[in-house]
Nanobody, 122 residues
């Protein structure tokens, strides 16, 4: 399984950015695709996830109302639309795939992309 993340970059506070993550394999209805982020010197934190079949979404409190996860089933791709970005959103963002169960613990997700850096300047 390969997950290819893209779309990171430098943006000013208050701006927007969209990340993409394409999977090399078919994603099944029970699968979860998600985004985590890791700031320098910190642990990898849950950001958001989506159940592939139902489209049910989950968000960390810190991003609710600002970030939106979506997926394109035909392209096996998940997106993360980030609006109203804050300097504290600066991190390397990782997409991840889990075959079945929802968890906000990074250690419980099975497959990871390479990460894409998002830098929000003040």
């Amino acid at each position: 399984v390969q997950l290819q993340a893209s779309g990171g970059g430098l943006v000013q506070a208050g701006g927007s950015l969209r990340l993409s993550c394409a999977a090399s394999v078919r994603i099944y209805s029970s699968h979860l695709m998600g985004w985590f982020r890791q700031a320098p010197g910190k642990e990898r934190d849950f950001v958001t996830a989506i159940r592939w079949g139902s489209g049910n979404t989950y968000y960390a409190d810190s991003v609710k109302g600002r970030f939106t996860i979506s997926r394109d089933k035909a392209k096996n791709t998940v997106y993360l639309q980030m609006n109203s970005l804050k300097t504290e959103d600066t991190a390397v963002y990782y997409c991840a795939l889990d075959p079945s169960h929802y968890s906000e613990r990074a250690s419980e997700w099975d497959y990871w992309g390479q990460g894409t850096l998002v830098t929000v300047s003040s």
